[in-house]
């Protein structure tokens, strides 16, 4: 199985910064995407940003260069800086890896238990 723990959420005034970090671990073979989702009340679950294995990060429109999706491979590791927050984005983020388990030939979503983003004077 592979765990995906999240942890950096809370509460930022508008215009603040938070830094959400995710570490995958259990039996992990390849990593191939990870990156985030997020979901508000009401709305479905959108991108928020995910790598490639190969570095690669393709953004949600909504981000428009305010986040930062990084990865350390060598620690299965994710991180989404984001800056100028605004109220919008107000919801729970969700890690997302997807990932080959050690000695199996097919690729699973994993998803973490999700953090609260609340962002409020």
């Known amino acids: 199985q592979v765990q995906l723990v999240e942890s950096g959420g809370g509460l930022v005034q508008p215009g603040g910064s938070l830094r959400l970090s995710c570490q995958a671990s259990?039996?992990?073979?390849?990593?191939?995407?990870m990156g985030w989702y997020r979901q508000a009340p009401g709305k479905q679950r959108e991108l928020v940003a995910r790598t490639s294995n190969g570095g690669s990060t393709n953004y949600g429109d909504f981000v428009k260069g305010r986040f930062t999706c990084s990865r350390d491979n060598a620690n299965n590791t994710v991180h989404l800086q984001m800056n100028s927050l605004k109220a919008d984005d107000t919801a729970v983020y969700y890690c997302?890896?997807?990932?080959?388990?050690?000695?199996?030939?097919?690729?699973?979503?994993?998803w973490g238990q999700g953090t609260p983003v609340t962002v409020s004077s």
């Open positions: 997302n890896a997807n990932v080959r388990q050690r000695f199996s030939t097919s690729r699973n979503d994993y």
């Open positions: 259990g039996s992990i073979g390849t990593i191939y995407t």
